[in-house]
Nanobody
Framework: VQLQASGGGLVQAGGSMRLSCAASGRTSSSYSMGWFRQAPGKEREFVGSINWSGGRVETSDSVKGRFTISRDNAKNTVYLQMNSLKPEDTAVYYC????????????????WGQGTQVTVSS
């Protein structure tokens, strides 16, 4: 499975941005998807996840109420809608895929996209 993240860029604090993660290759399996981010000088952290059906969505406490995750299986694409962005949301955002149920643990994800930079200016 190959993952391509897109949609990053520069946005002012308080603004919104939507990231997309398109999957290609062996997409017939039931993959759960995760979003992670890594800020400069920090470890990569969990942002949120969504299971295959979209019926189970989890987000980290730091983005809860501001970020939402959705997916369109017909398009093999997962979205991360980010609202009320803060400068501390600045990071490289990665999407990842795993077979089976969703997880907050990045070690559970086998497939990773290349990352897309999100910069929030104050």
């Amino acid at each position: 499975v190959q993952l391509q993240a897109s949609g990053g860029g520069l946005v002012q604090a308080g603004g919104s941005m939507r990231l997309s993660c398109a999957a290609s290759g062996r997409t017939s399996s039931s993959y759960s998807m995760g979003w992670f981010r890594q800020a400069p000088g920090k470890e990569r952290e969990f942002v949120g996840s969504i299971n295959w059906s979209g019926g189970r969505v989890e987000t980290s406490d730091s983005v809860k109420g501001r970020f939402t995750i959705s997916r369109d299986n017909a398009k093999n694409t997962v979205y991360l809608q980010m609202n009320s962005l803060k400068p501390e949301d600045t990071a490289v955002y990665y999407c990842a895929a795993k077979v089976g149920g969703s997880s907050w643990s990045q070690t559970m994800y086998r497939y990773w996209g290349q990352g897309t930079q999100v910069t929030v200016s104050s």
